[in-house]
């Protein structure tokens, strides 16, 4: 089992930026794709950009690509999400998740984070 901790949310100005990251236990994050999904309040989880074990194939989201960047220090077993032009709109609980395969789908993902707030004022 992977336990996933993510942090660095908090309050940010619009057309600020912030790093998330998302620490592994138990085990190395090195055989897991990694994904970065968002809820915002009454709407579903939706996908933001993944990685895959070695981070040479990335996906993004069509409205997230050029503002927010995934990386991944497998020596460190953390994955970090790099956000930048922050829009009020990004406002969510930002969930980091593991599974075996990389995927934009929510459900191909095996273990989840607790997620961390973020909230762009405008």
């Known amino acids: 089992q992977v336990q996933l901790v993510e942090s660095g949310g908090g309050l940010v100005p619009a057309g600020g930026s912030l790093r998330l990251s998302c620490a592994a236990s138990?085990?190395?994050?090195?055989?897991?794709?990694m994904g970065w999904f968002r809820q915002a309040p009454g709407k579903e989880r939706e996908f933001i950009t993944a990685s895959s074990r070695d981070g040479k194939d990335i996906y993004y989201s069509d409205s997230e690509k050029g503002r927010f960047t995934i990386s991944r220090d497998n020596a460190k077993n953390t994955v970090y999400l790099q956000m930048s032009s922050l829009k009020p709109e990004d406002t969510a609980v930002y969930y980091c998740a593991a599974g075996a395969y990389l995927s934009r789908v929510k459900n191909r993902y095996e273990w989840w984070g607790q997620g961390t707030q973020v909230i762009v004022s405008s």
């Open positions: 138990g085990r190395s994050l090195g055989p897991y794709a």
